[in-house]
């Protein structure tokens, strides 16, 4: 027996009542939809809430959102370090006052790039590679703690 053998069981598929052919016919005129309102008249649409605005039109779109209580980190590069002498101590303060950061907030670093000079770099998030990378060439890490305000 093969897939296009298979049929199903006599009698257990049956035709499709016709429905609104005139008031002679059975399911005729109202055609099983009762009387009155608009699933009666015309199909209503996938997400129709009712004369609502649709939650799909509700939420912003395009450019994406953002969720308000999350908080971010402002990312810096290993290879962005670069720019500042051997043995001095990198903070937020420094990285923003150099550019590398715009706005006041927590900071990480990742580690695409190489770095060959010690340095001594704060915080408050560091990835395996870049403290790893900072470490191999001679510098210290160190992870600024989080305060609640």
Do not use: C, W
Not at 65 to 74: G, L, M, N, T, V
């Amino acid at each position: 027996m093969k897939l296009h053998h298979l049929r199903p069981a006599p009698g257990s598929r049956k035709a499709p009542q016709r429905v609104g052919r005139g008031p002679a016919g059975k399911g005729g005129k109202t055609a099983g939809r009762g009387t009155k309102g608009t699933k009666a008249r015309r199909q209503v649409p996938i997400g129709f809430e009712g004369g609502q605005m649709p939650i799909a039109r509700r939420f912003p779109k395009l450019r994406g959102f953002s969720r308000p209580a999350k908080e971010y980190f402002a990312i810096v590069n290993v290879e962005r370090l670069e720019r500042f002498p051997a043995r001095s101590e990198v903070g937020p303060e420094q990285l923003r006052s150099a550019g590398l950061i715009k706005r006041r907030g927590r900071v990480k670093v990742l580690g695409q790039g190489q770095i060959d000079r010690p340095l001594m770099v704060r915080a408050h998030a560091f990835s395996l590679g870049a403290a790893e990378k900072i470490q191999n060439a001679g510098g210290t890490v160190e992870v600024i703690a989080e305060t609640k305000a």
